[in-house]
T-cell receptor, first 118, second 109 residues
Framework: NAGVTQTPKFQVLKTGQSMTLQCAQD?????MSWYRQDPGMGLRLIHY???????DQGEVPNGYNVSRSTTEDFPLRLLSAAPSQTSVYFC?????????????????FGPGTRLTVL | KNEVEQSPQNLTAQEGEFITINCSYS?????LHWLQQHPGGGIVSLFM???GKKKHGRLIATINIQEKHSSLHITASHPRDSAVYIC???????????FGEGTQLTVNP
């Protein structure tokens, strides 16, 4: 059981380049999400998905695309990288929120991808 | 004003001390999460609670729904507890979490 895996761990891009950050989980979680973490700010939600074929925008979606063709995978695409996208990116998964008495379930995070855009 | 505020932002303690980290939120919630981010960057879920108190080892989390406040306590702190502790809340509808900025804890030997 690998949990949540992310690749790559580090990436340097030039402005205007595109790339895909990969995220996979083997826990059959319905809910997956992408966050970015910047100094002095909390984790901010970029995009999320509540199941295969369903995605939605989070707090800071501009410049990013996602798709969810399978339950396991949730890639994040940077269309045309900008220096403002320099950040650490985390993928997370959980059982679909709303189950259980609390309406929530523990989040499992990937190890993160440190992205620098020059 | 952020929906989730943590205090203090930074905390330095001596080994063995009792630690308290606070989280206040301004919206109705269905659950509150406490997370730990290790110096290497990995994030681990510590607690998820919607009422009362939970305990795991030396860690205790409490929540007061009426006061919109939660605390994370660490008893007999140890240098390996040094990490960033993050509070996050889930609103009463939808699936999204809103995160606090985190509290950097350093425990010195």
């Amino acid at each position: 059981n690998a949990g949540v895996t992310q690749t790559p761990k580090f990436q340097v891009l030039k402005t205007g380049q595109s790339m895909t950050l990969q995220c996979a989980q083997d826990m059959n979680h319905e809910y997956m999400s992408w966050y970015r973490q910047d100094p002095g700010m909390g984790l901010r939600l970029i995009h999320y998905s509540v199941g295969a074929g369903i995605t939605d925008q989070g707090e800071v979606p501009n410049g990013y695309n996602v798709s969810r063709s399978t339950t396991e995978d949730f890639p994040l695409r940077l269309l045309s990288a900008a220096p403002s996208q320099t950040s650490v990116y985390f993928c997370a998964s959980s059982y679909r929120q709303g189950q259980g008495t609390s309406g929530s379930s523990p989040q499992f995070f990937g190890p993160g991808t440190r992205l620098t855009v020059l | 004003k952020n929906e989730v505020e943590q205090s203090p932002q930074n905390l330095t303690a001596q080994e063995g001390e009792f630690i308290t980290i606070n989280c206040s939120y301004s919206v109705g919630i269905s659950a509150l999460h406490w997370l730990q981010q290790h110096p290497g960057g990995g994030i681990v879920s510590l607690f998820m609670l919607s009422s009362g108190k939970k305990k795991h080892g030396r860690l205790i989390a409490t929540i007061n729904i009426q006061e919109k406040h939660s605390s994370l306590h660490i008893t007999a702190s140890h240098p390996r507890d040094s990490a960033v502790y993050i509070c996050a809340v889930k609103g009463t509808s939808g699936s999204r979490l809103t995160f606090g900025e985190g509290t950097q804890l350093t425990v010195n030997p």
